[in-house]
T-cell receptor
Framework: GDSVTQMEGPVTLSEEAFLTINCTYT??????LFWYVQYPGEGLQLLLK?????DKGSNKGFEATYRKETTSFHLEKGSVQVSDSAVYFC????????????FGTGTRLLVSP | NAGVTQTPKFQVLKTGQSMTLQCAQDMNHEYMSWYRQDPGMGLRLIHY???????DQGEVPNGYNVSRSTTEDFPLRLLSAAPSQTSVYFCASSSGVGQPQHFGDGTRLSIL
């Protein structure tokens, strides 16, 4: 079945460090790929998305590229801030059938000053 | 902009009690879903709806009921609460196939 695998956290970085959170997926057809962010005590917010191979999603300095050949959608940011501390979820919507989101288990990011 | 509104935000129940978690959206979205979030397991789909009068089971439907009488509302009912249902519950909606989902702020539910 469809699944998403994320790197386990927590990821601990100093402010202005480079961030990579790995995400790989298994899916039939051509899924749409998403990154969601969850700040403490809040719901999930869409961070970025990509709907076809080689698309690059970007928002708030974060980027991820849809790589069909490696079935990956790694999240990157060049210079993290303390305010980026949150849990990040990689997710997909299968290419066929009901568009239910399939989530990874989440990666907690902790950024220190 | 209200978006997706969930009530209550917190609830404590005793084993065997029943309750309804409310979810309302004001974006005229056809698709609505309920998820539960448990530590180390991400979010898992409980039930979903593709429009008023149409519902279906997700990954973990046992112990929960849903109905969708209007486009706006999608309540989740716990029939007889069990400690295993202690979790954070999220409602989400989207406008169509392949579109991102908009989430409410969640309901934190504890079953004693």
């Amino acid at each position: 079945g469809d699944s998403v695998t994320q790197m386990e956290g927590p990821v601990t970085l100093s402010e202005e460090a480079f961030l990579t959170i790995n995400c790989t997926y298994t899916a039939t057809g051509y899924p749409s790929l998403f990154w969601y962010v969850q700040y403490p005590g809040e719901g999930l917010q869409l961070l970025l998305k990509a709907t076809k191979a080689d698309d690059k999603g970007s928002n708030k300095g974060f980027e991820a590229t849809y790589r069909k050949e490696t079935t990956s959608f790694h999240l990157e940011k060049g210079s993290v801030q303390v305010s980026d501390s949150a849990v990040y979820f990689c997710a997909l919507i299968p290419g066929t059938g009901f568009q239910k989101l399939v989530f990874g288990t989440g990666t907690r990011l902790l950024v220190s000053p | 902009n209200a978006g997706v509104t969930q009530t209550p935000k917190f609830q404590v129940l005793k084993t065997g009690q029943s309750m309804t978690l409310q979810c309302a959206q004001d974006m005229n979205h056809e698709y609505m879903s309920w998820y539960r979030q448990d530590p180390g397991m991400g979010l898992r789909l409980i039930h979903y709806s593709v429009g008023a009068g149409i519902t279906d089971q997700g990954e973990v439907p046992n112990g929960y009921n849903v109905s969708r009488s209007t486009t706006e509302d999608f309540p989740l009912r716990l029939l007889s609460a069990a400690p295993s249902q202690t979790s954070v519950y999220f409602c989400a909606s989207s406008s169509g196939v392949g579109q991102p989902q908009h989430f409410g702020d969640g309901t934190r539910l504890s079953i004693l």
